[in-house]
C-alpha cells in the first residue's frame, strides 16, 4: 500500500492538489511530485541525473510553499524534470531533499503547464493519524 | 463552493453596497459594480467576502470595489480594485497578482476581413512560426543578468531601442511605455534568472494572439478616434511578465508576511499580507514590481513586432502600407501612484487593480492628443468562441471607481471541469466550424480555456456600461486564435 500520494482539487481559477503522508516527509514528496505531475509527465522523466534541492521557511506552512516554488524554479530555469523525490533532511526551518530526473528539452519533451507559483490560499497542513495537506497553484 | 450571505444593499440596477456595519474592522464599504444577474454569479463563490477583507487595508480610500467580472481570487479577488493614500497607506502584493502586469493589446490594420478570408490561414501560420510560446518555451531574446536590468528599467522603451516596434508605439502604451521608479536591486536572483530566456515569449495558459474582425461599432466617434472601422483586421496579444513577475511576487509576499507582524496589521486574511507604501518593504516591493511591469511592456512590445512582421509576410506589404499601429496597450494587474480628486481635492494615491483595467476618461492629462476627446481606449479580451471588446475611459470612472474596469469575463468553471465537458480536440473543431481558425501547442490547456468555462463578456461589459464606468466602442469577432 503506497504510504503518500496526491490528488486534484478543484478550483476555478487555478489547480490544486490534496496530498498526504505516513509522515511530513512523505507529505512534502507527496507534494513534490504532485507539483512535478501537475508540470510535465513524471512517468516519462529518466532518471539520469541526481540533484539537490534546498529550501527555507519559519514553519510548516512556509517551508511547504518555498519547496514547491523552488521545483517550480528547477523545472523552468534550471530545465530539469523529477522522476522521484526523497526528502533528506527536515525540520520546521530547513529541507534537504534529492531527485533523480533527466533535463527537460522543449523540443524533446512536452511539459504540461507552466506553474507560476504556489500560493497561500487555502493552504492546510494537517496531522491527525496521516499528515494531509493542501496546496492551490496559480496557473 | 459555500454560497456568500453577507450584508447587501441594492444602490441602483448596477450597483450594490456592503456596508462597513457587515464586519468589524472594515474601513470603508464594499462596492459591488453588477447587475443582478453577475451578481448571482458572484455570490456563488467567495469573492465578496475577500471584497470585505480587502476594506480593512489601512490607508484605503472611499470603498473596497469589485468589477462586474469579480470571481474569487488569492486576498484580493479577481476584478479587485482598491485606492489607498500614499502617505498612510500600505502596498499589498495580492492586490496585483502573480502575473504582475498581465495585460493586453491591440493593433489595428487598414486591412478588411472580408476582402482578406484566403490569407488569413496563412496569418496564423506566420504567427505561429514566429511567436515563441508554450510551456518551456525560449525565443530569439536572450538577456544577461546586464541586459535584463535594461529591461526592467526601459520597458517598451527598451525593445524599440533593441529593434522591435516603433518610436510612435509608446504614445499608446500606459505611462507611454515606461514606468519609472524600477529598483532592480530589489530584484531577487531566482527573479532575474527566470527572465533571462522569457523575454519576447506567449507563455501558455490563458495567453493568446487573436486575430479579430470588428464585427460592430457602437461609437462612431470615438471608433474613428481610435482608428477602428467595420469589418476591419485588428489583433490582439494577451501576455504579462512572465516568470519574473511571478517570482517577484512569491519574494514579496513572503517580505509582506513579516511586515505584518512587524507592523502589527490585524488582517483577516494573511494573502492581504502589506507593508506601508513609505516603508523599506513598501518601497522595495513597488521597486520591484515597476521592473516586473516594464519586463511586460517590453515583452508585448517584442510580441506586437511579431505580429508586424507576420503581417508583412502575408499580406506582402510593409506596416506603413498595411496601416498597422498600435491602438492602445492596457495593464490589468498592477498598482500605481496616481493623482485623483477625492472630495474635491487633488490626492496622490496608490490604486491597485488585480484583473481590472485602468480606464482613465476625457481629458485626461496622461492621454495622447488624438484620444484626449474620446478617453482611454480599454482593450477587453473575451474567450476564443464569442467576442472580445474596445471600451473607453469616462468621466464617471474618474469619479466613482479611480479610473478603473473589469478587465475580461472572468472563469466560471474548474479546468477540470471544463476538460470533461470537451476535449480539445473537439473544441478545436468546433472553433473550426464557427470560422476561427485554432493555433494550439496543446489539446489539453485548449480545453481548459473552453468559452463555456468563462462567462459572458457581453454582459459584463453591458454593465460597464450600465453602470458608467466605461463605454463600448467596438465588439471584436474572433477569426484565429494561437495560443502556447
Redesign the interface.
Known amino acids: 500500500m503506497v504510504a503518500y500520494g496526491s490528488e486534484?482539487v478543484?478550483?476555478?481559477?487555478?489547480?490544486g492538489i490534496a496530498v498526504w503522508g505516513d509522515s511530513k516527509e512523505e507529505l512534502f514528496v507527496a507534494a513534490g511530485l504532485g507539483l512535478c505531475g501537475l508540470?510535465y509527465d513524471i512517468e516519462a522523466v529518466i532518471p539520469d541525473e541526481s540533484r539537490e534541492i534546498k529550501a527555507a521557511g519559519y514553519d510548516d506552512e512556509?517551508l511547504l510553499i518555498a519547496w514547491l516554488?523552488e521545483l517550480i524554479?528547477i523545472?523552468?530555469?534550471g530545465?530539469f524534470m523529477f522522476h522521484g523525490l526523497v526528502v533528506n533532511q527536515l525540520d520546521e526551518r530547513n529541507l534537504v531533499a534529492s531527485g533523480s530526473g533527466q533535463h527537460?528539452d522543449?523540443g524533446k519533451?512536452?511539459?504540461?503547464?507552466?506553474v507560476?507559483?504556489?500560493?497561500?490560499?487555502m493552504l492546510k497542513i494537517i496531522k491527525n493519524n496521516k499528515w494531509h495537506a493542501q496546496v492551490i497553484f496559480?496557473? | 463552493m459555500e454560497r456568500w450571505h453577507g450584508l447587501l444593499t441594492k444602490k441602483s440596477d448596477y450597483l450594490f453596497e456592503i456596508p462597513m456595519s457587515y464586519k468589524q474592522g472594515m474601513r470603508v464599504p464594499g462596492l459591488v459594480f453588477a447587475d443582478e444577474a453577475l451578481l448571482e454569479l458572484a455570490l456563488q463563490d467567495q469573492a465578496l467576502e475577500q471584497v470585505v477583507n480587502v476594506a480593512f487595508l489601512p490607508g484605503i480610500i472611499n470603498a473596497s470595489m469589485a468589477m462586474p467580472d469579480i470571481h474569487w481570487g488569492y486576498g484580493f479577488p479577481i476584478g479587485g480594485v482598491a485606492a489607498v493614500d500614499i502617505d498612510s497607506g500600505v502596498v499589498s502584493p495580492g492586490g496585483v497578482g502573480f502575473d504582475i502586469s498581465c495585460g493586453v493589446r491591440l493593433m489595428r490594420t487598414d486591412l478588411e476581413a472580408g476582402r482578406e478570408a484566403g490569407k488569413l490561414a496563412g496569418l496564423l501560420d506566420a504567427l505561429t512560426a514566429l511567436i515563441p510560446k508554450g510551456v518551456g518555451s525560449t525565443g530569439p531574446i536572450k538577456l544577461s543578468k546586464t541586459t535584463i536590468r535594461e529591461v526592467f528599467v526601459g520597458g517598451a522603451k527598451w525593445a524599440i531601442r533593441s529593434g522591435y516596434g516603433l518610436e510612435q508605439d509608446l504614445r499608446h502604451i500606459e505611462h507611454n511605455g515606461t514606468h519609472s521608479g524600477a529598483n532592480p536591486d530589489k530584484v531577487s536572483e531566482h527573479a532575474l534568472h527566470r527572465g533571462l530566456d522569457q523575454s519576447g515569449t506567449l507563455g501558455a495558459g490563458n495567453h493568446f494572439i487573436e486575430v479579430q474582425e470588428v464585427s460592430e461599432i457602437y461609437d462612431q466617434e470615438t471608433a474613428t478616434a481610435f482608428g477602428l472601422f467595420q469589418g476591419q483586421i485588428v489583433i490582439m496579444v494577451h501576455s504579462g511578465s512572465r516568470g519574473v513577475g511571478h517570482q517577484i511576487c512569491t519574494d514579496y509576499v513572503k517580505v509582506m508576511g513579516a511586515a505584518v507582524r512587524k507592523y502589527g496589521y490585524d488582517l483577516p486574511d494573511r494573502q492581504l499580507a502589506c507593508a506601508p507604501l513609505d516603508s523599506p518593504e513598501g518601497r522595495d516591493y513597488l521597486g520591484a514590481m515597476t521592473c516586473a511591469a516594464n519586463y511586460a511592456l517590453a515583452n508585448r512590445q517584442c510580441l506586437g513586432h511579431w505580429v508586424r512582421l507576420a503581417c508583412e509576410k502575408t499580406f506582402g506589404a510593409g506596416s506603413i502600407k498595411l496601416g498597422l499601429d498600435l491602438v492602445f496597450d492596457v495593464s490589468h494587474n498592477l498598482a500605481t501612484i496616481e493623482e485623483h480628486e477625492i472630495e474635491g481635492k487633488r490626492r496622490r494615491v496608490c490604486v491597485h487593480r488585480k484583473g481590472a483595467t485602468r480606464a482613465f476618461g476625457p481629458g485626461h492629462e496622461s492621454l495622447p492628443a488624438e484620444y484626449k476627446k474620446v478617453g482611454q481606449p480599454v482593450i477587453i479580451p473575451g474567450d476564443m468562441g464569442r467576442a472580445s471588446y474596445v471600451l473607453a475611459g469616462t468621466d464617471i470612472a474618474m469619479q466613482t471607481t479611480f479610473g478603473s474596469t473589469c478587465h475580461g469575463a472572468g472563469r466560471l468553471m474548474s479546468r477540470a471541469q471544463a476538460k470533461k465537458q470537451i476535449s480539445g480536440t473537439e473544441l478545436r473543431a468546433r472553433l473550426e466550424r464557427q470560422g476561427v481558425i485554432v493555433k494550439a501547442g496543446k489539446m489539453a490547456l485548449l480545453a481548459e480555456e473552453a468559452p463555456d468555462a468563462y462567462k459572458d463578456v457581453s454582459r459584463v461589459v453591458d454593465v460597464c456600461e450600465g453602470a458608467g464606468i466605461s463605454k463600448k466602442v467596438a465588439r471584436l469577432k474572433p477569426l484565429g486564435v494561437l495560443k502556447g
Open positions: 486534484p478543484e478550483h476555478t481559477a487555478d489547480i508540470m512556509s516554488d524554479y523545472f523552468e530555469v530545465r527537460f522543449p519533451h512536452s511539459g504540461l503547464r507552466e507560476k507559483a504556489a500560493t497561500l490560499h496559480d496557473v
